[in-house]
């Protein structure tokens, strides 16, 4: 069974920094690719980024140059460090993790087999 867990989450001015991990189980970081979605208050959820096997990466525009996602495939955690945080980035942050053996990254959710519960991120300005 395959189990996501975010942490990291929290509260935090703008122009801080947050760091959030996804330790997963029954899935292995190291086999397939991963991302990390969020939705705002009223907003769809979007595709923030994506990891891929080889650790190629992909970013949503808006926060490119601010975030970046990484992994440790020895802990078999994910992260996503965000630095320059704005009032904009406030949402539900969530992972989630692709079809093993598949070397793509995406954006988007159908892509997607397996996610977590979800850390909130609120940046106030």
């Known amino acids: 069974q395959v189990q996501l867990v975010e942490s990291g989450g929290g509260s935090v001015q703008a122009g801080g920094s947050l760091r959030l991990s996804c330790t997963a189980s029954?899935?292995?970081?190291?086999?397939?690719?991963m991302g990390w979605f969020r939705q705002g208050p009223g907003k769809e959820r979007e595709g923030v980024a994506s990891i891929g096997i080889s650790g190629n990466t992909a970013y949503v525009g808006s926060v490119k140059g601010r975030f970046t996602i990484s992994k440790d495939n020895a802990k078999n955690t994910l992260f996503l460090q965000m630095n320059s945080l704005k009032p904009e980035d406030t949402a539900m942050y969530y992972c989630a993790a692709g079809p093993p053996g598949q070397q793509w990254t995406s954006l988007d959710e159908p892509h997607y087999d397996y996610w977590g519960q979800g850390t909130q991120v609120t940046v106030s300005s």
């Open positions: 029954g899935y292995s970081t190291r086999r397939g690719p």
